[in-house]
C-alpha cells in the first residue's frame, strides 16, 4: 500500500510543476523516451542539464561582471542556456531566458541584470523541485508495466 501511496504522491507533485508552470510538454517528451532498458534517462538528462547551465551561468556573471558588457556574447551564452532550458521542458527558466535576450537585444545593462537574478533563481527554484521530485520517484520504485501473456 506505500508503494501506491508514493505512486500517488509522485503523481501529484509531478503535476503541480506543470500546474506551476515550471514545466512544459517537452518534459512529456522526454518521459515518452524512457523504457525499462534506462528506467533514469529522465533523471540523467536532467542531471547534465544543471551540470551544463550552472557552467553556463557561470560563464554569464562573469560576462556580467566584466566592463563594458559584451551584449552579443551575453546573448549568445543565453541563447544556449535557453536552448538546453528548452529541451528538458524547464518552462519558468526558459521564458526568463527569453527576457534576457530581449535585454540583450535593446542594449539594456539594468533590466539585462535584473533579468539574469531571476533567471538564477527560477533556475534554482525548479533544481530543487526536481531533485525533490527525482528522490520521491526514487522512493516510489520502478512501475510496474504490463507485458503481454507469453503463448507458446
Do not use: W
Not at 132 to 145: C, K, M
Request: glycine share 4%.
Amino acid at each position: 500500500m506505500e508503494r501506491n501511496q508514493l505512486r500517488r504522491q509522485v503523481a501529484v507533485v509531478r503535476q503541480s510543476l506543470f500546474d506551476q508552470g515550471y514545466l512544459d510538454e517537452q518534459f512529456v517528451q522526454l518521459e515518452e523516451l524512457q523504457d525499462n532498458d534506462n528506467p533514469n534517462f529522465v533523471e540523467e538528462v536532467v542531471t547534465l542539464f544543471f551540470r551544463d547551465s550552472s557552467r553556463l551561468i557561470a560563464n554569464i556573471e562573469q560576462a556580467l561582471e566584466r566592463g563594458p558588457l559584451d551584449f552579443n556574447k551575453l546573448d549568445n551564452y543565453m541563447h544556449q542556456f535557453k536552448g538546453s532550458s528548452s529541451s528538458i521542458g524547464a518552462k519558468k527558466v526558459k521564458d526568463e531566458s527569453s527576457q534576457f535576450r530581449e535585454y540583450c537585444r535593446a542594449g539594456n545593462a539594468d533590466g539585462c541584470m535584473k533579468s539574469f537574478q531571476q533567471v538564477k533563481k527560477e533556475h534554482a527554484t525548479l533544481r530543487k523541485k526536481l531533485e525533490s521530485y527525482f528522490q520521491l520517484v526514487r522512493q516510489a520504485g520502478p512501475a510496474e508495466t504490463a507485458s503481454r501473456p507469453v503463448r507458446n
